[in-house]
């Protein structure tokens, strides 16, 4: 297959790109990050069947598209933090950037798959638990809006204009490559220092999966027959839920040390903000099996950083 990934420089999108590389497919990666910039990919820069689209999403046109069986779209503005900081550019980029994406698609011929990554920050502080994929968004924070706007907007097109949308969700992602603004980084990367940590809150959850796991998920969506999964949404969690206090002592475990914990207030929304998902969809449409657990996940994690920043 012909596949176009928008943010293919980024944590999720270098190593699907990777994978799809390694399984024979043809993969654009599209990404405001430069060709000889994108160290997440650069020991797949002269690949044969690698070819990049340096450009931004707001730019984006039938032509980017044209050719490609399957669009993945991970782009985005991807940090909590950030959209406390900066929510009008958030906006911009995953919603804004999102719809001319999907303006693009539906202009274009022989897409048979436009996949959204969604994020479980677009369920705040959930109306029943386990959430599934039918649970109502409740976004409780800048980034969370921007997220489930973005998913409405996906969803609109598809009952529009019947652009072949399919939505895959999961909550936090560990393991090599992952974002360092992720708390489980920042705790792990200061814990193997000596150094502080920051508990933010405490008693709100998180669902922990590993980057093996998100990247099997997704392969079966793209290789599952189109009817089966175009229209639907899929919950791609471990499916094990931890507050995050309980995730610090397994940082500090894993570690096997101890440094002074600083205890401040919740992050503005995120008192009683839960992630307690239902992948059970996901198991039987797709076969997901996911493999590593939170406390593997958190101690493979561990060894990467060792390995590459201590």
Not at 8 to 36: M, N, R, S
Request: proline fraction near 5%.
């Amino acid at each position: 297959m012909r596949i176009l990934i928008t943010g293919g420089a980024g944590f999720a999108g270098a190593a699907l790109t990777k994978e799809l590389l390694k399984l024979g497919h043809k993969v654009t990666c599209f990404d405001v990050v430069a060709p000889l910039m994108n160290d997440a990919l650069w020991d797949m820069k002269d690949h044969e069947n690698l070819s990049f689209a340096w450009k931004g999403l707001q730019d984006i046109r039938k032509e980017d598209i044209e050719g490609h069986n399957v669009i993945i779209h991970l782009a985005a503005q991807a940090d909590v933090p950030m959209g406390f900081k900066s929510p009008l550019w958030t906006v911009e980029q995953n919603v804004v950037g999102s719809t001319c994406l999907l303006d693009a698609v539906k202009e274009s011929s022989g897409v048979e798959k436009v996949i959204y990554a969604g994020s479980g920050n677009e369920w705040g502080r959930p109306q029943y638990i386990p959430i599934d994929e039918n649970h109502p968004l409740t976004p409780h924070n800048p980034y969370s809006f921007s997220k489930a706007a973005a998913e409405l907007a996906f969803w609109a097109y598809h009952r529009c204009y019947d652009v072949p949308v399919v939505i895959m969700s999961n909550g936090i992602v560990t393991g090599p490559g992952m974002r360092r603004e992720i708390f489980i980084f920042k705790w792990l990367y200061n814990i193997l220092r000596g150094l502080p940590i920051v508990l933010e809150g405490g008693d709100q959850t998180r669902d922990i999966t590993y980057t093996s796991d998100v990247i099997q998920a997704w392969l079966l969506a793209i290789n599952a027959p189109a009817e089966k999964v175009v229209g639907e949404k899929f919950q791609v969690s471990y499916g094990e839920e931890h507050s995050v206090e309980e995730i610090m002592e397994m940082c500090l475990e894993e570690c096997g040390a101890k440094v002074p914990i600083v205890r401040t207030s919740h992050r503005p929304g995120e008192k009683g903000q839960r992630e307690a998902f239902d992948n059970s969809k996901a198991r039987e449409v797709l076969g997901y099996k996911p493999q590593v657990g939170p406390r593997e996940a958190i101690r493979l994690t561990k060894e990467w950083i060792v390995d590459n920043f201590i």
